[in-house]
């Protein structure tokens, strides 16, 4: 039986202001199950591997990240991360030595053999366990297991230990649903984005032209569980409706759909958008609100990249106050769920010329929440504890000429722009994609500075530095 916490008092709320929290004081096998996000449904999975790419090294953005979350790994029993391929050699080197961070213990298992494993732990017992990870297994109360999200596998697993998850099953699940989470918002009398519920792909066409009759010329198609762009897709032209594009089955996997009006600068008296994110992280006892970012979106709105803290924060006074005051409330209720761990709201921020059109009105709707380590987690966390008072500025780089890992580090080093644990401004490689030639063909690079402004020029000069062309690349 898999022990959880069933607190019931309402947890405290904590604005830290920029520090980062208290983490875990425990120790952990951290399964990197990016290819289980959307949990039970293969065919959106699928999708993310063939539009994302090289998903395979993503998980080794976790390394520097595994012991700075969870801080238990005392008397030598240190954290193990299951990752999908062997770790690069190089990046390791620099993450350890150069910027003197704990590193975990590396597992290498394919999500095939992971899913096979997770088949095999719910029929068998946990006795081969030991040979994949020393005597780190038991059942003592300092051992955890955690994951992207707690699915079927992790919970199997733990169950068969006697340990916990920090997450319930469930409580993954629904911190990540958008239908849930909308109509919690709607419950409490939070703004809400205009939404149409469509139960099936028959229904899309009906929910266009009701938002069109609202004013909407465009409208954005969300499916309960996805992410990095994969179950969301945009409606343009809903008054030609015979014109929609055909939305997929799997978008109904876990039921109805949200098909929402879709906001732009010039239409109803809107004059800008902004897409901030406030990075929570919840314990068993108080949920934190510690760093506010500004998402980097494409045209279609898929995440490339963020940066802290929004540069426009001096413009609008008032924003953050308002983003707190519902990040409690909402936090509340990502904490009754049962998910524990990292997570981020994004937001969407609307500037509306008022009735005489001399004031900005500002409007703050809760967009979605993500109930896992995210894109922002890396940089926020790894940039607050090598300079918590500076800023930080992430971006996807995918290079036009490939190069191994090792070059890429002693270029930035030989410009004189690496970072280093004793500076407080440079170019940290958080990870890096790999083609099938070995090479690296994208990756993350976070920028640390003591300003927005400076993050940006270590950008630029990042950009001089890389070998050939470049291309700013999706999450």
């Known amino acids: 039986m898999v022990r959880q916490s069933n607190e019931t008092a309402a947890p405290s709320f904590i604005d830290t202001a920029g520090r980062l929290p208290p983490m875990w004081d425990r120790r952990v096998i951290f399964f990197a199950n990016l290819l289980s996000i959307f949990f039970e ?37 240190n954290n193990h ?160 409706t015979e014109c929609l594009p055909q939305v997929p089955d799997y978008f109904f996997y876990e039921g109805p759909c949200l098909v929402q009006g879709w906001l732009a600068a010039g239409e109803q008296g809107i004059q800008s958008l902004r897409s901030p994110s406030t990075q929570l992280f919840l314990d068993e006892t108080t949920v934190y609100a510690f760093d506010m970012t500004e998402q980097i979106l494409s045209d279609d709105s898929v995440h490339e990249g963020n940066e802290s803290p929004p540069a426009y924060l001096d413009q609008l006074p008032d924003l953050r106050s308002e983003t707190i005051a519902q990040a409690e409330i909402v936090g509340r209720w990502l904490h009754r769920t049962g998910y524990r761990g990292p997570a981020s709201i994004d937001w969407l921020v609307v500037e509306r010329s008022s009735v005489k059109g001399d004031v900005a009105k500002m409007e703050v709707f809760v967009c979605e929440i993500n109930a896992r380590v995210t894109g922002a987690t890396y940089p926020s966390i790894l940039a607050k504890h ?21 070059a890429l580090l002693q270029i930035f080093e030989s410009a004189g722009h690496l970072f280093h644990a004793d500076s407080h401004s440079g170019i940290l490689p958080l990870n890096f994609n790999f083609g099938p030639d070995g090479l690296v063909h994208k990756g993350q690079f976070i920028c640390i500075g003591d300003s927005t402004e400076q993050c940006h020029h270590l950008l630029h000069l990042a950009q001089q530095d890389l070998p050939g062309s470049w291309n700013a690349d999706r999450d």
């Open 41 to 77: 449904n293969k065919e959106q999975t699928k999708v993310l591997s063939d539009q994302v790419g090289e998903l395979d090294s993503y998980s080794a953005r976790l390394i520097p990240l595994v012991n700075l979350l969870f801080r238990g790994c005392s008397g030598g029993r």
């Open 81 to 240: 991360l299951v990752v999908e391929r062997p770790p690069d050699p190089a990046l390791c080197k620099y993450l350890e030595n150069d910027l003197g961070l704990s590193l975990p213990e590396l597992v290498v298992l394919d999500h095939n053999k992971y899913l096979q494993w997770g088949q095999r732990l719910r029929q068998e017992s946990a006795a081969d366990l030991s040979r994949i990870f020393g005597e780190e297994i038991d059942s003592s109360k300092s051992l955890c297991l955690d994951g992207y999200v707690t699915d079927e596998t992790l919970t199997a697993l733990a169950s068969k230990i006697g340990c916990t998850t920090v997450s319930t099953m469930s409580g993954s699940h629904d911190g990540n649903n958008k239908l849930l989470l909308h109509r919690f918002l709607a419950d409490q009398g939070l703004p809400t984005l205009d939404t149409v519920i469509a139960e099936s792909a028959d229904d899309i066409s009906g929910c266009a032209d009701q938002l069109s009759q609202r004013g909407y010329s465009s409208a954005i198609v969300r499916s309960q569980i996805g992410a990095s762009g994969i179950g969301m897709v945009k409606l343009s032209g809903l008054g030609e």
């Open 386 to 406: 090598f300079h918590p008072s500076g800023a930080w500025l992430l971006r996807n780089l995918r290079l036009g000429v490939p190069e191994t890992s090792a």
